[in-house]
């Protein structure tokens, strides 16, 4: 069974960073495509970035050149690194892996972003 398990938000100010991690179990972190999404209230959930099995990533427009996700094989998490954050980042962050045939989620973390 796979486990994922958020950590690292919070109540920043704009242009401040965050790093979000998410523990994982069951799961092989540095061999499996992860993703993170976010969600805001009254909005659908959206994927920021996501890694694949051979390392490269992919991010959404928004945030590109200010997220960057990564895993530690050793410590099997998956990072979000988070820079010069905007109000409009503000949602709940939750880690995604798909894994023989199912789909699993964390629990999700708050980031709030506002002045």
């Known amino acids: 069974q796979v486990q994922l398990v958020e950590s690292g938000g919070g109540s920043v100010q704009p242009g401040e960073s965050l790093t979000l991690s998410c523990a994982a179990s069951?799961?092989?972190?540095?061999?499996?495509?992860m993703a993170w999404y976010r969600q805001s209230p009254g909005k659908q959930r959206e994927r920021v970035a996501e890694?694949?099995?051979?390392?490269?990533?992919a991010y959404r427009n928004s945030v590109e050149g200010r997220f960057t996700i990564s895993r530690d094989a050793k410590k099997n998490t998956l990072y979000l690194q988070m820079m010069n954050l905007m109000p409009e980042d503000t949602a709940v962050y939750y880690c995604?892996?798909?894994?023989?045939?199912?789909?699993?989620w964390g629990q999700g973390t708050q980031v709030t972003v506002s002045a």
């Open positions: 995604y892996a798909p894994l023989d045939g199912g789909e699993f």
């Open positions: 069951g799961i092989t972190v540095s061999m499996a495509y």
């Open positions: 890694i694949f099995h051979r390392g490269n990533a």
